[in-house]
């Protein structure tokens, strides 16, 4: 089947208008190009798959909802999720620091190799880094916040427990 057939179904284009024809032939005239001398292509008809929706705007629509599946859940989740209160101090120490926020009072926090919650990693975080770019591109701060915890993340080179300043943040096991 021809493209058109199957992306068009019903659609009907009605034939050009004739003086357009002509100037179009005119135009080919003006350049030395004869319209007989062209070479005819081979019929490059193929069965597309079938469209998902009534037209090549939903489709579209439909694949892209698909395809960011799912992403979009999450975040529409957090978006709609209270964070926890933030912590009313941030530890000084390197690495990932977890805080806990319990409304009697029992807050605490402990170091972390990277945020995670019941055993797994975050499934989405709020994430702010802060870098120094006279020095390097690497970040030498970052905080994040999730439904379930507010985390800090610390370079070593920034509290001075080593020189090399090319530090990467994890985020989960490598």
């Not at 100037?23 to 319209?35: T, V, Y």
């Not at 469209?51 to 599946?69: K, M, P, T």
């Not at 709609?80 to 805080?99: A, C, M, R």
């Amino acid at each position: 089947a021809y493209f058109t057939q199957q992306v068009f179904k019903d659609a009907a284009f009605p034939a050009p208008d004739p003086a357009f024809v002509q100037i179009a032939r005119d135009h080919l005239q003006m350049h030395g190009l004869d319209p007989k001398q062209g070479s005819v292509l081979p019929d490059t008809g193929f069965t597309l798959p079938p469209l998902q929706g009534s037209n090549l705007d939903e489709h579209f629509h439909c694949i892209g909802l698909r395809s960011a599946q799912p992403w979009i859940s999450l975040a529409r989740d957090l978006s709609s999720s209270e964070l926890p209160p933030k912590p009313e101090h941030f530890d000084i120490q390197s690495g990932w620091t977890k805080y806990y926020y319990r409304p009697d009072g029992s807050s605490y926090s402990e170091h972390v190799d990277y945020p995670h919650h019941g055993g797994k990693p975050e499934e989405m975080l709020v994430f702010d880094v802060e870098t120094m770019p006279p020095y390097h591109p690497y970040a030498i701060m970052a905080c994040a916040a999730s439904k379930n915890a507010w985390y800090s993340w610390i370079s070593p080179w920034l509290l001075g427990e080593t020189e090399e300043a090319q530090h990467l943040i994890p985020l989960g096991e490598p």
